[in-house]
T-cell receptor, first 109, second 115 residues
Framework: GQNIDQPTEMTATEGAIVQINCTYQ??????LFWYQQHAGEAPTFLSY????GLEEKGRFSSFLSRSKGYSYLLLKELQMKDSASYLC??????????FGTGTRLKVLA | DGGITQSPKYLFRKEGQNVTLSCEQN?????MYWYRQDPGQGLRLIYY???????QKGDIAEGYSVSREKKESFPLTVTSAQKNPTAFYLC??????????????FGPGTRLTVT
């Protein structure tokens, strides 16, 4: 079946580095996405991986291992505004995206 | 500015009433989607549309209906048959094949409360 697992909640300190893991089991794979969602707002796109390896975008990096069904989002130099939920999503086929339940990140001063 | 708009942001209805949520995009995207988000759950797909006058059921289509008469618009009707309609509803669109990484663009959402 389809399944995407992420930790429910994480806490980290301002200025630190945090890694949010995502494991997936889907019937197809056409890319993995990370979105940030502040409470009551729309998800916004952070990163995309379709090949194995690391993609870096400023303070955010995302890694993918297709053979292990595993990805992580790395956030560096944490800021208070990074407190949000982070959603991992797999594009199973062209118009079908499967979302995880999200990881709620709290950044403490 | 290109984007997706949803209205209203908050909607209150009495049980037994149908209600229509609006979604409009000016991104020139062919594909549009409706998701439902409940606390502690991921986004669940209700309906999607690849092109005008065509739409497909998602994982939780029961009690919902959609139309796609224009490329820009994809309204969702929550009918009285939907057992637990209270939720946060998100509309999204994605670029056509061959354009970008196919990330989805989301509207601001409508929080529907049915009592």
């Amino acid at each position: 079946g389809q399944n995407i697992d992420q930790p429910t909640e994480m806490t980290a300190t301002e200025g630190a580095i945090v890694q949010i893991n995502c494991t997936y089991q889907t019937s197809g794979f056409n890319g993995l996405f990370w979105y940030q969602q502040h409470a009551g707002e729309a998800p916004t796109f952070l990163s995309y991986n379709v090949l194995d390896g690391l993609e870096e975008k400023g303070r955010f990096s995302s890694f993918l291992s297709r053979s292990k069904g595993y990805s992580y989002l790395l956030l560096k130099e944490l800021q208070m505004k990074d407190s949000a939920s982070y959603l991992c999503a797999v594009r199973e086929r062209f118009y079908k995206y499967i979302f995880g339940t999200g990881t709620r990140l709290k950044v403490l001063a | 500015d290109g984007g997706i708009t949803q209205s209203p942001k908050y909607l209150f209805r009495k049980e037994g009433q149908n209600v229509t949520l609006s979604c409009e995009q000016n991104l020139n995207h062919d594909a549009m989607y409706w998701y439902r988000q409940d606390p502690g759950q991921g986004l669940r797909l209700i309906y999607y549309s690849q092109i005008v006058n065509d739409f497909q059921k998602g994982d939780i289509a029961e009690g919902y209906s959609v139309s796609r008469e224009k490329k820009e618009s994809f309204p969702l009707t929550v009918t009285s048959a939907q057992k637990n309609p209270t939720a946060f509803y998100l509309c999204a669109s994605s670029p056509p094949k061959g354009e970008g990484s196919y990330e989805q663009y989301f509207g601001p959402g409508t929080r529907l409360t049915v009592t």
